[in-house]
């Protein structure tokens, strides 16, 4: 009755963490504090308010399926000023869908680009080890074989595709990367994408790049694969770059971002999306355009996190592994055995943290096992209060 390839997945990280901390109770009198979930806690813009009870009465029409032209011109307006690409290399009609959060879309995407048979096999959809779930989930629902790449500190937590065999590339159909990485914070450099994409040509697979946490770093921004894409040929073949506002503007509530990208996966991926996605009402659609259009609230975004990555700094140093990420806004602490260390967190000090086993497929003690997930979503003061939790229980 039910999905048999189902049984090919986890239970889900958050399912499994509450069942870990079953049963372990808090400190008593100790303000509970998380940091397992990466949802931004910062204040987002003002006029986000006011958009949306402006437009009110729109909740009543029902909105297009794909965005309005408004918000996919925004979208094609912002990447161009964010990776300085060249006028008329994007067309917000050809190279743009947007999305209800880039989670759905990033599942559903596996349903346009993986066939039934690829260089005669079973489809094969890589991703690095350890990875965002739902890469490994929409594989899996879409039929395909997982391959999963290690990201070990020895190779900057990035997944090395120059091993990839013949026949693994021929039958390859998606290649799933996160830049800023999550859950490490390592940046692809702009010859590491432009290799990948060249082998994604080569081979006939679609690059899917999740660059939700592109607009939060510690020095400078980090490439992208549409600057790949540009260093390459100018042609979007084969590529398709994913972003979200939950990130970049603090509004994990509205559900919303896009993809751009090749406008044969984009139209491929508009008739999915045609059949399953939710659209994004009317008011949303005007918020986010505003949002895209406007870039000093990203910006005071981004120094609060820098400002949090110094207090982690100060106060861990050169405890758990410790390194500063280039991107993003996590830490990725080395503390033996993720799951021992998570629930003494919770039992002794009240913050609740992810382990990193739960976000890795291979069990062989150094993918995932030794370290958990940090978010530093929090205030400032809250933040310090968890940190410092952290270093007395742990360091």
């Given amino acids: ?66 965005g309005t032209p408004e918000y996919r011109q925004a979208a094609v307006n912002w990447l161009g000023r964010r990776y300085k690409l060249p006028a008329g290399l994007l067309d917000a009609e050809k190279h743009v869908v947007a999305l209800s959060g880039t989670k759905e879309g990033l599942f559903m995407m596996a349903q346009a680009v993986v066939p039934t048979r690829k260089g005669g096999g079973t489809p094969i959809v890589a991703m690095p080890d350890p990875f965002y779930q739902v890469y490994a989930g929409a594989g899996v629902l879409a039929g395909a074989e997982l391959l999963l790449l290690p990201a070990r500190r020895e190779n900057n937590f990035m997944p090395d595709y120059t091993g990839l065999t013949p026949s693994q590339l021929d039958r390859m159909a998606a290649f799933y990367l996160c830049t800023p990485s999550n859950p490490q914070g390592t940046v692809a450099d702009l010859d590491y994408l432009t290799g990948l994409l060249a082998l994604a040509r080569k081979h006939d697979f679609v690059l899917i790049l999740d660059e939700c946490y592109a607009e939060i770093y510690s020095d400078k921004p980090p490439s992208g694969g549409l600057e790949a894409a540009m260093q390459l040929d100018g042609r979007l073949d084969n590529l398709v770059c994913f972003h979200s506002l939950s990130k970049r503007s603090s509004v994990p509530g509205l559900r919303i971002g896009f993809v751009a990208g090749d406008p044969k996966v984009i139209a491929a991926f508009g008739r999915v999306r045609n059949y399953g996605g939710p659209t994004i009402p009317f008011p949303i659609l005007h918020a986010g355009t505003a949002l895209w ?8 975004n981004r120094d609060l996190y820098r400002r949090k990555f110094a207090m982690a700094e100060r106060l861990l140093g050169n405890r758990l592994g410790f390194y ?29 943290v992810l382990p990193g086993a739960y976000l890795a497929k291979a069990d062989d003690g150094t993918i995932g096992k030794p370290y958990l997930r940090v978010a530093l979503v929090n205030d400032l003061a809250t933040t310090e209060q968890a940190l410092t939790r952290i270093r007395d229980t742990l360091g």
Avoid: C
């Fill in 1 to 66: 009755m039910l999905n048999d390839r189902l049984e090919a997945l986890k239970d889900y990280p958050f399912q499994r963490l509450r069942e870990l901390l079953a049963g372990v109770a808090p400190p008593a009198g100790l303000a509970p504090i998380t940091m397992s979930i990466g949802e931004p806690n910062h204040p987002f813009p003002g006029f986000v308010g006011e958009i949306l009870a402006k437009h009110l009465p729109e909740y009543g029409k029902y909105p297009p399926i794909l």
């Fill in 293 to 300: 259009n406007e870039d000093s609230h990203a910006e005071a």
């Fill in 324 to 352: 500063k990420p280039a991107g993003g806004f996590f830490l990725w602490l080395d503390a033996g055995d993720s799951e021992k260390a998570a629930r003494k967190l919770y039992a002794e000090a009240a913050v609740t």
